[in-house]
């Protein structure tokens, strides 16, 4: 029911006026708290950069031992200044910060930055002073950035509450820095380069502002067409994530994170746990976010510049076009370590090229036009190379010989930085002779660079960054869940809990994996030898025994395994061999029995499935080749919960593995699909039991006539952990349990639950339902079928962020097809300044409307609201709507008309309302 913003309808289904940033962003009125006259001082530095910077403002020094400062009358508190402040910049010791943070609550401040160093980074003392800062904040609902930070600039509107020694040029790219002094450094560097910013930002120790809001506000930010940051830490991983999963559909967010060598999970007693580590986590998060992680300062300008520029590559295909064999070489020695390929030219585009092309060229690609190629030559060519569908990207490469002309070839070539759809990228080799040409591509927007090795490279960050969002985005399979029994999962961990244990036994485990449709190897516990004579015999013999104990944690290391045993005379000596070894290696104490399984034929590939848990980002899935060497080979892959079946593949494609289980040598296939299926059952049984600390599948044995789990082993928390305290995933998994049922006036039963990626199908079926009416009160404006139903708008509405918004479906089973089908949608998004709020917004099936699916959505909207905590709920609704008015006055929303808008206004304080039937 609200305004979309202008020409992105797709958007308003989403957060609307998010502009939490603005107090720091766009100012008016700022108070400079210790504010001072002394020379080199950050105090005087600041105030004099906010003095003379056009961000048309007003400015007040606030320092209680001066009168003024810099010829300014200064103001002995905050709140004695004559107007309402915007934005404290805060420069005094950090012991007086919470007390002026106080003074600032008081007075209505909306926001701070407090440049102020001497908190956590200093230790215990440093980290109280940070408490009592944020409660202040918080009392006062105000926004912080910093402490202990450089400042902020937003070169668009010339603020600087800074004390570095210039403003950065306006621009396009946002810059944000945990670094103050590289700050400084790129800041001189763009300066004397004539780089621009559409922010300039250092984070501090982000104690209230951190990664998340500020990629929110320029994601909204439309001066912004990438966001490039320098990262040391994450902070919260959910936030960041959340964000960045968001805007990197519609704007680029390139990372360089220092700290690769860090390792974590060393300590880990299983397989998985050692064989994740802190980067390779990072990684998988950045993948899950769509974000791009560069290794070099110099890439993060190179693909912010790239990707503003030119469209992204829908594949790791390039075709170079060149004078010169040299550097067509190294740029396919850079493509092809990047990960990239050479495109194949196909038969059409070897006929066209071979028809002008003088009889010497390399008849192949880098496609060599030799060295007195003129500019018609360059362009005939890279014309017929750009229509090749083989072909996902261009690169072309000059080199300054006596017979070329690189500014009649840059002005020939021109044309082509936005005449296909294809990304074009081009190296001009030389010094002062190609820098003209160079100035006309990167005008026409062609992004240029000194090298091709490097062209080459930024081409695969390029299809690597498609390659990430695509996995985000791709509209994924509905895996069912009806083999699932979650309270037997869950009595499993509660009987290991209640005897003090964290190691579930073999059995234990596979019962565990039994409960989430996961497929494991029959298991017996035999307590004796003549038992496990008696199992062998009924399961049928080869059988396998395998240790029985609470406490040891790899079998195989005390001679706990012994495999393909044929009769019972057999067994009873396996049994005692496992007894003496155990005792021989541990103590007879760990010995509690063997358990009894038949012998599985190992025609197949034994795979790992496993999930640890990464202090940073919660529970972490690892898939890869397993068995006995499996730190070994190290043929993994790292994922965040929860999985669909396109995240499954994807995690799958990042393994050497994927390529035999496809078939190889004549060997048939597995089934890829069931693996993905399996991974996706796995990740919802890391995220729905947060007592599982490690867990380990392996081996898995995949064949073509099935998978099956033929040993695992599961690690629980401490029984001392307090369930608040367990560890979260860094995204938030499909919350369940607001799935409900309900009924219409007419008797018509209704499924009422939150939408998931898997219902774009449903969604499209949904909105072709709707009238020009409908949609109209919807979104406030018209709408084309075409434009409701494009994935790109419906990835926005079925792919969400449940800690930020939560959408529910109402759905029934169509009487005439069986299948399900979507009648209605209610949707709550947060309010990004005020996380407590939110705007709700209906739409219902016009086949449906007056059957209390409207009142049936927005009473479960409310009473998810209460339960997550939001304070008040809001909605605009069009003046002609006149249900969607009665309905919210039913809950017991105050209206109020806004004429010069169009629109009502509902408001409930959820803290007072009450549902209505």
């Known amino acids: 029911m609200k305004k979309p913003p202008t020409g992105d309808p797709a958007h308003d289904v989403l957060k609307y006026e998010r502009r939490p940033m603005d107090v720091i962003f766009r100012p008016e009125t700022v108070a400079v708290i210790g504010a001072t006259d002394t020379a080199g001082s950050v105090g005087r530095t600041v105030l004099s950069n906010l003095i003379s910077s056009p961000f048309g403002g007003t400015v007040y020094p606030v320092n209680p031992n001066r009168t003024n400062v810099l010829g300014i009358r200064a103001y002995p508190s905050v709140s004695e200044v004559p107007e309402d402040v915007d934005l404290a910049v805060v420069v005094a010791p950090a012991r007086a910060v919470p007390g002026i943070m106080a003074e600032c609550a008081d007075a209505g401040v909306r926001g701070a930055i407090i440049i102020s160093a001497g908190f956590k980074e200093i230790g215990a003392e440093g980290v109280e002073l940070e408490e009592r800062v944020l409660e202040e904040a918080r009392r006062g609902r105000m926004r912080v950035a910093g402490p202990n930070t450089l400042g902020v600039m937003n070169p668009i509107t010339g603020f600087n509450a800074t004390f570095a020694g210039a403003l950065a040029r306006p621009g396009n790219v946002a810059f944000l820095s945990q670094s103050g002094a590289l700050c400084t450094a790129i800041l001189d560097q763009s300066l004397r380069e004539n780089i621009g910013f559409s922010a300039f930002v250092s984070v501090g120790s982000m104690l209230d502002v951190d990664w998340g809001d500020l990629i929110y506000h320029l994601g909204d930010d439309r001066h912004t067409r990438s966001i490039i940051v320098y990262m040391e830490s994450i902070g919260d991983a959910r936030s960041f994530l959340s964000a960045a999963r968001e805007v990197s559909l519609t704007k680029p967010i390139i990372v360089i994170k220092a700290g690769r060598t860090e390792a974590a999970g060393r300590a880990a007693a299983s397989h998985t746990g050692s064989l994740t580590g802190s980067d390779e986590v990072l990684n998988a998060a950045f993948r899950r976010s769509g974000v791009l992680r560069v290794d070099d300062i110099s890439d993060l300008f190179h693909m912010a510049e790239t990707l503003g520029k030119q469209p992204r590559p829908k594949g790791p295909r390039l075709t170079i076009v060149t004078n010169a064999g040299g550097p067509g070489v190294l740029a396919t020695d850079a493509l092809v370590t990047g990960g990239g390929e050479l495109a194949e030219l196909s038969p059409e585009t070897m006929e066209a090229l071979n ?18 190629a003129d500019p018609e030559r360059y362009a005939k060519t890279l014309d017929v190379v750009a229509k090749d569908p083989e072909s996902d990207g261009m690169l072309v490469i000059l080199t300054p010989q006596d017979m070329t002309n690189p500014t009649e070839t840059a002005e020939a070539l021109a044309p082509y930085a936005e005449g296909s759809r294809k990304p074009v990228l081009a190296s001009w080799l030389g010094g002062q002779s190609v820098a003209a040409g160079e100035e006309i591509l990167n005008r026409a927007g062609m992004p240029t660079f000194d090298y091709p090795d490097t062209a080459a490279r930024v081409f695969d960050h390029m299809w690597r960054y498609t390659y990430n969002l695509r996995s985000i985005y791709e509209t994924p399979e509905f895996v069912e869940e009806d083999d699932t029994d979650r309270e037997r999962a869950e009595e499993v961990i509660a009987a290991v809990r209640d005897e003090g244990r964290t190691l579930l036994t073999e059995a234990e485990a596979k019962e565990l994996l039994a409960a989430y449709g996961i497929p494991t190897v029959e298991t017996r516990v035999a307590r004796d030898a003549e038992e496990a004579v008696r199992y062998a015999g009924e399961i049928g013999y080869p059988v396998v025994l395998k240790l029985y104990s609470e406490t040891i944690t790899h079998k195989t290391d005390v001679g706990g395994v012994r495999l393909d045993l044929p009769d019972a005379e057999a067994v009873r000596g396996a049994y005692e061999g496992i007894a003496a070894s155990v005792a021989e290696k541990v103590g007879a104490e760990h010995f509690e029995g063997v358990t009894v399984q038949p012998m599985v034929s190992m025609e197949g590939y034994e795979l790992i499935v496993g999930s640890s848990i990464d202090p940073q980002f919660g529970p972490v899935l690892l898939f890869g080749s397993g068995g006995q060497l499996v730190e070994v080979y190290k043929d993994r892959s790292l994922a965040l919960p929860p999985l669909t079946t396109t995240l499954a593949r994807r995690m799958m494609e990042r393994t050497r593995i994927v390529e035999a289980l496809k078939g190889v040598r004549g060997r048939a296939p597995v089934d890829l699909g069931a693996v993905e299926r399996l991974l996706v059952r796995f990740s919802r049984l890391v995220v729905e039991q947060p007592w599982i600390r490690e867990l380990d599948v392996n081996p898995l044995l995949a064949s073509p006539e099935r998978l099956i789990a033929l ?33 219409m006036k007419d008797g018509t039963p209704v499924t009422v639950r939150p939408i998931q990626p898997e219902d774009e199908p449903l969604m499209v079926k949904f909105h072709e339902s709707l009238s020009e009416r409908s949609i109209y009160m919807r979104y406030f404006h018209a709408m084309k079928l075409t434009s409701r139903i494009a994935h790109d708008r419906l990835v926005r509405i079925c792919f969400i962020d449940y800690d930020r918004e939560m959408a529910l479906v109402a759905e029934r089973e169509n ?37 209390g699916l409207g009142t049936i959505l927005l009473g479960k909207l409310l009473e998810i609201g209460r339960e997550e905590g939001l304070r008040r709920i809001t909605a605009e609704i069009l003046l002609e709507n006149r249900a969607m008015q009665r309905l919210s006055k039913k809950f017991g ?21 009450q549902l209505v039937g």
Not at 827 to 842: G, H, P, Q, T
């Open 815 to 851: 009487p005439e097809t069986g299948e399900p089908e979507i009648l209605g949608v209610g949707r709550l998004s947060k309010n990004n300044v005020v996380l407590d709020e939110a705007e709700f917004a209906i739409l219902v099936n016009d086949r449906f409307q007056h059957q």
């Open 711 to 743: 040993d695992a082993r599961v690690v629980l928390h401490d029984p001392d952990t307090e369930e608040e305290d367990l560890p979260r995933p860094a995204i938030r998994p499909y919350p369940g349990q607001y799935v409900s049922q309900a009924e």
């Open 355 to 372: 028809g002008f092309l003088p009889a010497p060229w390399s008849h192949a690609n880098p496609v060599d036009v030799l060295g007195d």
């Open 893 to 913: 929303f105050r209206l109020r008309r806004d004429l010069e808008e169009g629109v009502v206004k509902a408001d409930l304080d959820l803290m007072a309302g």
